[in-house]
């Protein structure tokens, strides 16, 4: 079986500040995405599973279409797998009502007047993320355990939670060490990507212009994150 630990916005700092052993593995470092314009999820990820740059086609559908990017299997690097499982991954299989949901009380939030209004917005946004996270971790747990080739597990808690609690360095070490926790539980040989990092813009945060990469086998460099398809391939074809 072939893992992916997908994490949006896993940040090489913190990874390396709050010493994530299994997130980080024997190689770790940053993926270049300064091909790309802005570092936006949805291209990033799209770019990652069809093995080229996807911006231009992507972000024509707008900020608002992109978010309905379904491509097709056969378009993938998923496709050489006999018996694949993608969990969650934008432009894939991703939960598209989770995410309405965020970006409806992320608007409530910078809209609201009052700061009682606004801690109460930011309690509802951080249980739904936590919620959310919770269902994603036990299915990459049972999937783990299931007659798969390859898994892929997207987990988005570091990217939804950052953007209003970055500078709440006790929830974002909570998170990355369940992160690390659940990197801990895999048994085979398991790449962990990120598609961007994310920066501190006061208590808030944004993306970062670099993701995240490790493995426990080899020494990937400075790797582009359309280069993973390839990489893949080349690791399947090998095993």
């Known amino acids: 079986m072939m893992i992916i630990f997908a994490i949006d916005a896993l940040e090489y700092t913190l990874v390396e500040e709050f010493n994530c052993s299994n997130l980080k593995q024997k190689f770790y ?8 314009s802005e570092p936006k999820t949805m ?14 086609e992507i972000v024509a ?9 379904r491509l097709d299997f056969n378009d993938t690097f998923f496709k050489q797998f006999e018996n694949p499982k993608i969990i969650d991954l934008p432009g894939f299989s991703y939960i ?28 509802a946004y951080n249980n739904l993320s936590f919620e959310h996270h919770r269902k994603i971790k036990q299915e990459f747990s049972t999937a783990l355990k299931g007659d798969y080739d390859f898994v892929l597990g997207y987990f988005s808690v570091a990217d939804v939670i950052g953007h209003l609690n970055f500078g ?8 990355y060490k369940d992160l690390d926790e659940i990197a ?7 790449i962990v990507l990120s598609d961007h990092g994310m920066e501190a813009v006061g208590i808030f945060g944004d993306h970062s212009s ?19 398809a390839g990489m893949i391939k080349g690791l399947k074809d090998v095993n």
């Open 29 to 36: 470092g940053k993926t270049n995405i300064k091909e790309f």
């Open 43 to 56: 291209v990033l990820w799209s770019s990652f599973m069809t093995g080229k740059n996807m911006e231009k």
């Open 61 to 69: 559908k707008g900020d608002k279409e992109m978010w309905n990017t």
């Open 96 to 123: 598209k009502e989770q995410h309405e949901m965020e970006r409806k009380l992320l608007k409530e939030y910078f809209d609201a007047k009052s700061e009682e209004e606004k801690k109460k917005i930011r309690g």
């Open 168 to 175: 709440n360095r006790t929830m974002m070490k909570m998170i």
């Open 184 to 190: 801990g539980t895999i048994n085979e040989p398991y």
């Open 210 to 228: 670099y993701g995240f990469w490790s493995t426990g086998f080899k020494d990937l460099g400075s790797p582009k994150i359309t280069d993973f």
